[in-house]
């Protein structure tokens, strides 16, 4: 019903818009036809009025004319002037007035005739007055033609009047219908617009009356929505503040934890990580980890737990491992991790946390631990060696010591008892002396090694040729080895620099080395010895074709108290001392030894390497050459180098050092390079007074340097002095080194004093 009202509002306005159009055209049309009406009645009456004006000028011209032909008194023509001269006009106003009904204009045309006639008979009559005088005029008019033409005149104005009268009538009537039609449209349209409006504010207050039902309907609504919204809003404040105090409680926790914590998304993806957390992961700024997989911090070989660990979190179960990570400052920490789920309200895991904690110091206590005991055990098992050696030693020792001993007590007893001839007496003395002196050397092994654990062992330095004690000691194993029918071929370059060294300790150690060679070599074999100069050194070997030693014991064979097995000793003798003391006195000049052999059965190489020193040192300096205190060198000589510059090249990093030293202490300004080419471009930079250059070097030797340095195009550099300060000391080296360029050769080692003697010489200082 509501609906049905509703939609009458729009009929009904329309009804009412179309009830006024048809209102408008009916009125419009009633108001056309009243005006045609009135304007009709107008020209109707127009017309009457033109015909009873044209009429009363020709009647008023025919009293004229009757009075002019009494009186000939000329004014009385008036009336008939004004009737000639408006008659046509009149008839055009006429003819305009009734063009539209041809039947008047018919009678108007006849009228015009009979006025034009009558007209015409005034004129006759006036004339004749004029003309004939009175009487004639009189019987003219008398006559009556005047008078028919009049009649005529009247009666067809009488006829065009009438009608004119009837069609006015006609007229009245029309405009009185249209009239009351047009009051009848004006009335219905009224009251039924009036019904419509009337319709229509009922409507639009009916709807009003709706609208504000239905707006007071939805303030109500409105306003209980409000209410609920507030409440809903309350409930929903209060829930947030409970959240916030229990996410506030949370990340009180999550904050105050000392170790790492971190929240994950369930890919493992990292979402925050605790302010502690960030410090011991080194991290300044968190903002670059968010949205990273936790994963890729992790070592490859970790990344699998990692994964299985978030995997089973994020299903549920809490797990945990122990790994090394890098914070992000690369420090490598160990790492106890445990990844758990977060769930939230309904119960399903939403992130995952995770808290690492460093675990590194206890790690490093426990390796610490684990280390002590490995000592402890090694220390154990070391202390348990020594015991077992320092037994196998005193056995040894005994074995060795009474060995001879019970020859000698042997021959000893026979002397004693006089049993013996005179050959037999020699031999059994000479037997005696023999095991005597290796008795002896024993006990001097044995006192050397405990002088070298106390420290003790000093060398007697002087400048010593190689080849003399190298040749000493060959003299003194000479008979051993003649005893096994071995032979020792020798090697040795006769052009050796001097060096400087205990000669008598060096000896020793050649001995030594020689006598394990024979020792070890079965009869009839062959035991080499070679001695050359490589750069700055002294190498010499000693080669045999012996026992060899096998790959387990070589490492070992200088320690003391090591001997290969213990069927060596009963077969060969000896305490394992020899080769220790080898090392000892040889590393005590600045060399090396070492030993090599392919293996059992195959020979061995024993190679020593001795420096050979630019500068000749005195007994306590060679084996502290690094430390030498500049004013160990006072020079005897007095001479000064005070201000001059003096570059010097050497590999040796010790002999660069050691002529730095001796050189500055003679006052001059020393630059040390290591190589040539360092040489030279010191050398641009600022041009030396004086060059002193090794020969023997790596990649380009002093030759070339000096070449090179000859050959840059200026006289100052052509004419500076420079000494060949080198271990090739043969004359084809001192005349190649003088070619090339060098003004003097100078062979290692110098005396200090002979090194300043000739720098002073070349450099016009003496
Ligand atoms: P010793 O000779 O008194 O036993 P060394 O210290 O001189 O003591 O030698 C230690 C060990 O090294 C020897 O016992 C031997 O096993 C091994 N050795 C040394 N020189 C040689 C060599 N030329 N050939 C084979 N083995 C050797």
């Known amino acids: 019903m509501k609906l049905a009202l509703e939609k009458l509002i729009p009929t009904a306005f329309l009804l009412a818009i179309g009830l006024l159009v048809i209102l408008g055209f009916f009125s419009y049309q009633s108001v056309k036809a009243t005006n045609n009406a009135i304007e009709w009645e107008m020209r109707t009456q127009q017309v009457l009025q033109a015909l009873n004006d044209s009429l009363i000028n020709l009647v008023d011209a025919e009293t004229g004319v009757r009075g002019f032909v009494i009186t000939s008194n000329e004014t009385f023509l008036e009336p008939y002037l004004k009737?000639?001269?408006?008659?046509?006009?009149?008839?055009?106003?006429?003819?305009?007035?009734?063009?539209?009904?041809?039947?008047?204009?018919?009678?108007?045309?006849?009228?015009?005739?009979?006025?034009?006639?009558?007209?015409?008979?005034?004129?006759?009559?006036?004339?004749?007055?004029?003309?004939?005088?009175?009487?004639?005029?009189?019987?003219?008019?008398?006559?009556?033609?005047?008078?028919?033409?009049?009649?005529?005149?009247?009666?067809?104005?009488s006829e065009m009047k009438s009608v004119e009268t009837s069609i006015l009538r006609e007229r009245e009537k029309e405009l009185k219908d249209n009239f009351s039609r047009a009051s009848i449209f004006l009335i219905i349209g009224g009251i039924g617009g009036i019904f419509l409006l009337t319709l229509g504010?009922?409507?639009?207050?009916?709807?009003?009356?709706?609208?504000?039902?239905?707006?007071?309907?939805?303030?109500?609504?409105?306003?209980?929505?409000?209410?609920?919204?507030?409440?809903?809003?309350?409930?929903?404040?209060?829930?947030?503040?409970?959240?916030?105090?229990?996410?506030?409680?949370?990340?009180?926790?999550f904050e105050s934890s000392p170790d790492c914590v971190k929240i994950?998304?369930?890919?493992?993806?990292?979402?925050?990580?605790?302010?502690?957390?960030?410090?011991?992961?080194?991290?300044?700024?968190?903002?670059?980890?968010?949205g990273k997989d936790w994963k890729e911090f992790w070592q490859d070989k970790e990344k699998q737990l990692v994964y299985e660990t978030i995997a089973s979190a994020r299903k549920g179960t809490a797990g945990n491992f122990?790994?090394?990570?890098?914070?992000?400052?690369?420090?490598?920490?160990?790492?106890?991790?445990?990844?758990?789920?977060?769930?939230?309200?309904?119960?399903?895991?939403?992130?995952?946390?995770?808290?690492?904690?460093?675990?590194?110091?206890?790690?490093?206590?426990?390796?610490?631990?684990?280390?002590?005991?490995?000592?402890?055990?090694?220390?154990?098992?070391?202390?348990?060696?020594a015991n077992r050696m320092?037994?196998?030693?005193?056995?040894?020792?005994?074995?060795?010591l009474r060995n001879p001993l019970n020859a000698m007590l042997g021959w000893a007893r026979l002397l004693q008892k006089n049993q013996l001839d005179g050959d037999a007496s020699r031999k059994a003395v000479e037997t005696i002396v023999r095991n005597a002196e290796s008795q002896n050397r024993l006990i001097e092994d044995l006192l050397d090694v405990s002088r070298i654990i106390a420290g003790k062992l000093r060398l007697d330095i002087a400048t010593i040729q190689p080849n003399d004690f190298v040749q000493a000691a060959i003299d003194a194993v000479k008979p051993a080895a003649e005893a096994k029918n071995i032979r020792i071929e020798t090697s040795i370059d006769e052009d050796l620099n001097n060096i400087s060294g205990d000669a008598n300790r060096l000896q020793q150690v050649i001995w030594n080395l020689l006598s394990n060679a024979i020792k070890?070599?079965?009869?009839?074999?062959?035991?080499?010895?070679?001695?050359?100069?490589?750069?700055?050194?002294?190498?010499?070997?000693?080669?045999?074709?012996g026992l060899g030693i096998s790959p387990d014991f070589l490492p070992h064979v200088f320690d003391r108290f090591r001997q290969a097995d213990a069927s060596t000793i009963k077969k060969f003798g000896g305490l394992g001392l020899g080769l220790a003391i080898v090392r000892h006195i040889t590393e005590m000049?600045?060399?090396?030894?070492?030993?090599?052999?392919?293996?059992?059965?195959?020979?061995?190489?024993?190679?020593?390497?001795?420096?050979?020193?630019?500068?000749?040192?005195?007994?306590?300096?060679?084996?502290?050459?690094?430390?030498?205190e500049a004013s160990s060198f006072v020079g005897k000589t007095g001479i000064d180098l005070n201000g001059l510059y003096i570059l010097t090249v050497d590999d040796e990093p010790d002999t660069c050092q050691l002529l730095e030293q001796v050189l500055t202490h003679y006052g001059a300004n020393v630059k040390t390079v290591m190589?040539?080419?360092?040489?030279?471009?010191?050398?641009?930079?600022?041009?030396?007074?004086?060059?002193?250059?090794?020969?023997?070097?790596?990649?380009?030797?002093?030759?070339?340097?000096?070449?090179?340095?000859?050959?840059?195009?200026?006289?100052?550099?052509?004419?500076?002095?420079?000494?060949?300060?080198?271990?090739?000391?043969?004359?084809?080296?001192?005349?190649?080194?003088l070619a090339a360029g060098f003004q003097t050769h100078v062979s290692k080692p110098v005396e200090p004093d002979e090194l300043a003697t000739v720098i002073a010489s070349l450099t016009g200082r003496l």
């Open 83 to 157: 009737a000639e001269q408006d008659s046509s006009q009149n008839i055009n106003r006429l003819r305009e007035l009734l063009k539209d009904n041809p039947e008047q204009l018919q009678r108007l045309n006849n009228l015009e005739n009979l006025f034009n006639e009558k007209l015409r008979i005034s004129k006759q009559h006036i004339n004749t007055r004029r003309n004939e005088g009175e009487k004639a005029a009189i019987e003219t008019v008398s006559a009556g033609e005047g008078k028919a033409a009049m009649d005529k005149v009247r009666a067809v104005v």
């Open 201 to 253: 504010n009922v409507l639009i207050y009916r709807e009003n009356n709706k609208r504000t039902l239905a707006e007071t309907e939805l303030k109500n609504v409105n306003r209980d929505l409000e209410k609920r919204v507030a409440e809903r809003t309350k409930e929903i404040v209060e829930a947030n503040e409970a959240l916030r105090h229990s996410e506030e409680f949370n990340r009180s926790i």
């Open 264 to 290: 994950l998304d369930l890919d493992g993806n990292l979402i925050s990580m605790n302010k502690n957390g960030m410090c011991v992961m080194e991290i300044d700024d968190f903002a670059p980890f968010i």
């Open 322 to 385: 122990v790994a090394i990570c890098d914070t992000a400052k690369g420090t490598s920490k160990w790492w106890e991790v445990t990844v758990a789920p977060v769930y939230n309200g309904e119960g399903d895991v939403v992130r995952l946390i995770s808290v690492s904690r460093d675990i590194s110091e206890r790690r490093a206590a426990e390796a610490e631990r684990e280390k002590l005991l490995v000592s402890e055990k090694d220390a154990r098992r070391d202390a348990e060696t």
């Open 390 to 400: 320092r037994d196998e030693f005193l056995a040894t020792v005994s074995h060795e």
């Open 520 to 545: 070890f070599t079965p009869k009839n074999g062959e035991v080499k010895i070679s001695v050359e100069a490589l750069n700055s050194m002294i190498e010499i070997n000693i080669k045999d074709d």
């Open 589 to 628: 000049h600045g060399g090396t030894v070492e030993a090599f052999s392919e293996g059992e059965g195959k020979g061995s190489t024993f190679t020593l390497k001795l420096p050979i020193l630019a500068i000749a040192l005195e007994a306590e300096q060679v084996s502290s050459s690094k430390e030498i």
């Open 675 to 737: 190589s040539a080419s360092e040489a030279l471009s010191e050398f641009v930079q600022k041009q030396p007074d004086i060059l002193i250059s090794d020969i023997g070097m790596p990649e380009e030797d002093g030759y070339s340097l000096i070449q090179k340095i000859r050959a840059i195009p200026d006289n100052k550099t052509k004419k500076m002095p420079a000494i060949a300060l080198t271990a090739f000391a043969r004359p084809q080296d001192r005349m190649k080194a």
